[in-house]
């Protein structure tokens, strides 16, 4: 009998990185012996949005959800006796990827590698971090500069290195529909290769290999058919804009390429083991249609939306990809589906909407400009405003969180706080100490050269990446850097899409809505008030404003007058707004594991302040130990991701105004 002939597997990934370099460098290659074939680096909140450990708001976030670069020392460390000439490495950063790529390339020379021969991507999308994930720092022209000024640089220079992974992902998390997500990441593509292409850096015979190197990172969701024909649809467009716009011909140099991480929203803290199924089912969407399958693909664990995963969490997600790779007969056939009307009709409906979507974001001067205007925003908040409506009134099922909740009691849960990993707190201490160090200890005028050179070139039309690279040579810190060319371009908030949200929830009479109206409404006369004030905070570097901006449009409906700032503050610009608007609660939101410290210093700061009767509320990824600890520090509420009903949390918000200014319970049910 003959062997079986199959294809190569795709590569298999798992994100990871925490609390340190040498830490994150022992998972790896722990991850790397278990069978792992390429490494997908998670970076921390101060490392995406530069900042060095020691500003303030990278307080309580230092290697929380992820792994702290800030120099080319940390950076070293963390790919210590790791060959990079012989990985294929992903590295999940934006606004400062220019940066992150120098220290790689630096270190990498350093163990003597070939740059020609570096293999990876930088994720490097700006565009989906103004919408929906918050790691932005520059605006959109010097943003898109960055963005073009590497691509040009690797394509010279490291020409296997993947300088953009257009990404999709994270705008299904902000609540994009399949036709969105398609048209927003297309539309994104086409900004950046048009600022290639207009920046004259690449010769016209050459810009089929900008267009080769171009890669994508989407999601996938539990809608197994719908997602499979979504990736179909992706490549069939790619394939004509690359054609048409740009008039590459080579067909090779066309084909969408993508990576993939299964959908982390759909994961849920009722009932988590049911995620290990949902994570299956999402991976086969990416993986069975050999036309449109993913070049590599890397799974949530199981108990991501308790808190942070255990490297055994990692390995199972792991182990998942192995056995449909290696045990079933999956890489032996030709694609699955072709010749299916089913599958064709799907396609061509998404090809037909996407396109019409492109269009319409062309008319308004590309995805840039969209972004500034606030439409996309806006239609994500909007979509998301449905999702989560659909999913409140039952129309939209999710097992074990609004329909079959019964349930026997997991041994994976028994103990919660053991269930996931958590960072030592004094973590962050060892780190700013060895930033200290490393300040103190490098060649201080070669530094400061360097940033000049830095800061001249951006005032200029140059090309930024060479100036980058001598920054990392010179030791200049991820904070430094990122703060020269601040100085030059400045920074942006991105619009946050709240007050335009049209209403999602009906608030007709005997609605819950209507009736958590009603309570919203006694409640003020009550007080005197004109409208209750409900600010929404987003202390420290947590970008994933979801579920904020989700409050915020439900309380705007139930009739509260909400105050909502965006992304990026501090616990003291918090505590003066609340002050300054004279709000009668207090909403944090915090993803990122930075709750333990914020909060509490947000409650002290309102003391202090003569506020301490405004009841303050938490909502995140909040363990129970931690959620109690709260509790006992005097947040009023804690909302987790169990607590899927939001009509119902903004209820609970009147109920707690009501008992911080004595006033009675009020008989109506929400």
Not at 110 to 123: H, I, K, S, V, Y
Not at 393 to 399: A, L, T, Y
Not at 433 to 440: G, K, P, S
Not at 572 to 600: F, K, N, R, Y
Request: aromatic share 6%; hydrophobic share 40%; with cysteine.
């Amino acid at each position: 009998m003959n062997e079986r002939q199959k294809d190569r597997p795709w590569l298999m990934r798992t994100y990871a990185g925490h609390s340190t370099a040498e830490a994150s460098n022992e998972l790896y290659r722990r991850n790397l012996a278990k069978g792992q074939t390429g490494l997908s680096v998670a970076f921390d909140l101060p490392t995406q949005t530069g900042y060095d450990p020691d500003h303030i708001l990278a307080r309580g976030e230092v290697g929380r959800v992820g792994v702290p670069v800030s120099h080319l020392g940390d950076m070293r460390r963390l790919f210590q006796d790791i060959p990079l000439e012989q990985m294929n490495t992903s590295m999940t950063i934006n606004a400062t990827a220019m940066w992150l790529l120098a220290l790689y390339q630096v270190v990498a020379e350093e163990q003597g590698a070939d740059p020609t021969r570096l293999q990876g991507t930088t994720q490097n999308d700006i565009v989906k971090e103004y919408l929906s994930r918050g790691t932005h720092v520059f605006p959109p022209v010097p943003s898109l500069r960055l963005t073009t000024d590497m691509i040009t640089y690797t394509v010279n220079r490291i020409p296997k290195w993947n300088p953009i992974n257009i990404c999709s992902y994270h705008l299904q998390e902000a609540g994009a529909t399949p036709v969105q997500e398609i048209a927003y990441a297309m539309s994104t593509a086409v900004a950046v290769l048009d600022a290639v292409r207009d920046s004259g850096q690449v010769p016209r015979e050459k810009f089929g290999d900008v267009v080769a190197r171009i890669s994508f990172f989407v999601n996938a969701g539990v809608r197994f058919v719908e997602e499979m024909c979504k990736m179909r649809a992706f490549g069939r467009i790619w394939d004509q804009v690359t054609r048409e716009r740009y008039g590459v011909e080579n067909p090779k140099q066309r084909r969408f390429r993508y990576g993939v991480q299964v959908n982390s929203l759909g994961l849920t803290e009722a009932q988590p083991e049911n995620n290990v199924q949902r994570i299956v089912l999402e991976m086969l969407a990416v993986t069975l249609s050999k036309d449109a399958r993913a070049r590599a693909v890397q799974l949530p664990a199981w108990n991501e939306a308790l808190g942070l995963p255990r490297p055994w969490d990692q390995q199972w997600s792991l182990r998942i990809q192995q056995v449909l790779a290696h045990e079933s007969d999956l890489l032996e056939y030709e694609d699955l589906f072709a010749g299916s009307h089913v599958v064709e009709a799907k396609v061509a409906a998404l090809v037909e909407e996407s396109l019409a979507e492109m269009e319409r974001i062309e008319r308004m001067g590309g995805a840039m400009a969209a972004v500034e205007s606030g439409y996309l925003k806006s239609e994500l908040v909007s979509s998301h405003a449905a999702r989560r409506a659909r999913i409140e009134s039952g129309e939209e099922k999710i097992v074990g969180v609004n329909v079959y909740e019964s349930t026997e009691p997991s041994p994976l849960t028994a103990d919660l706080d053991g269930a996931i990993m958590t960072v030592d707190p004094e973590n962050e201490a060892r780190v700013v100490a060895a930033l200290h160090e490393w300040r103190d200890n490098r060649d201080e005028a070669r530094a400061t050269e360097a940033l000049a050179a830095l800061k001249k070139t951006a005032a200029g039309a140059g090309n930024l990446m060479e100036a980058t690279v001598e920054c990392a040579r010179a030791g200049v810190t991820t904070g430094e850097w990122s703060w020269a060319l601040r100085d030059v371009f400045g920074e942006f908030r991105a619009p946050t899409g709240v007050s335009s949200a049209p209403v999602a929830v009906t608030a007709e009479a005997g609605t819950p809505l209507a009736l958590v109206r009603e309570k919203v409404a006694r409640t003020a006369a009550d007080l005197g008030a004109g409208r209750l004030r409900l600010l929404v905070g987003k202390p420290g570097l947590d970008g994933h404003s979801n579920g904020a901006e989700q409050i915020a449009v439900r309380a705007r409906d139930a009739g509260f007058e909400v105050v909502y700032q965006g992304i990026r503050l501090t616990p003291e610009q918090i505590t003066d707004a609340a002050v300054a608007e004279d709000v009668h609660c207090v909403g944090l939101s915090i993803l990122s594991g930075s709750h333990a410290e914020l909060v509490p210093d947000v409650l002290h700061r309102l003391r202090e302040a003569g506020a301490p009767d405004i009841p303050v509320i938490a909502g995140g990824i909040i363990p129970p130990a931690d959620a109690a600890a709260l509790i006992e520090a005097g947040v009023a509420a804690v909302f987790t991701p169990k607590d899927f009903g939001i009509t119902e949390i903004i209820g609970r918000i009147v109920d707690e105004i009501r008992k911080a200014n004595t006033l009675d319970p009020l008989e109506v049910p929400a």
